[in-house]
């Protein structure tokens, strides 16, 4: 599943390093024949090195994989990871570094709660972002610089009540959840789906 994961992420990210880097390699944001993605992140590390779950991992996996290969239109590309622990006024002031760097794009956060503190940054720097992070669909409602590239928590929610009653044959389900807007969503939309079931 780690290979899995990482497979996963690094796609999502060599789209993204690759669109994004072509199209801004040069201006403003780039220096001395470096492109700079940020991944902001709950927790990108684990004992001094890359979480194997994480986007960071993903995202320096791809990172590698391009520079080995040439890197982007000569640039080569540095991934910086910032940890938030989902914790919106952390994100709030790691997005005020990021836009204080030379950084091109941000991959992140892991919560509606951390994008929606960040990305009024994000946008006023002109920075795009993306999210591969399952939130709710609301998230991005108003956002015109940040892409989400996964589920929304509502798809999650709706598949898992399928699967639980279609798949497992449960005609009992105990919904269990925080209060992060992601969670609250999830498990609304999973309750509502199994009932309909």
């Known amino acids: 599943m780690k290979n899995a994961t990482k497979v996963v992420h690094a796609f999502f990210v060599f789209l993204l390093i690759t669109g994004i880097a072509s199209g801004c390699a040069?201006?403003?944001r780039s220096s001395k024949g470096t492109v700079i993605v940020v991944v902001a992140e709950s927790s990108p590390f684990a004992e001094n090195e890359a979480n194997p779950h994480s986007l960071y991992a993903g995202a320096k996996l791809?990172?590698?994989?391009?520079?080995?290969?040439?890197?982007?239109?000569?640039?080569?590309?540095?991934?910086?990871?910032?940890?938030?622990?989902?914790?919106?006024?952390l994100a709030k002031q790691n997005a005020q570094t990021i836009t204080q760097s030379d950084a091109i794009a941000v991959i992140g956060h892991s919560s509606s709660e951390t994008i929606r503190a960040?990305?009024?940054?994000?946008?006023?720097?002109?920075?795009?972002?993306?999210?591969?992070?399952p939130v709710t669909k609301e998230t991005f409602n108003d956002l015109t610089n940040y892409f989400n590239v996964t589920y929304t928590s509502e798809q999650q929610g709706a598949y898992l009540a399928n699967y639980t009653f279609r798949e497992q044959q449960q005609n009992n389900a105990m919904i269990v959840h925080t209060d992060e807007a992601s969670s609250v969503a999830l498990a609304k939309k999973f309750e509502n789906t199994f009932r309909g079931l």
């Open 62 to 89: 791809a990172a590698d994989q391009i520079n080995e290969l040439g890197g982007v239109n000569g640039y080569t590309v540095e991934v910086v990871a910032y940890e938030d622990q989902n914790d919106a006024e």
């Open 26 to 28: 040069g201006g403003d």
């Open 118 to 133: 960040a990305a009024p940054l994000y946008e006023e720097a002109g920075i795009t972002a993306i999210s591969a992070a």
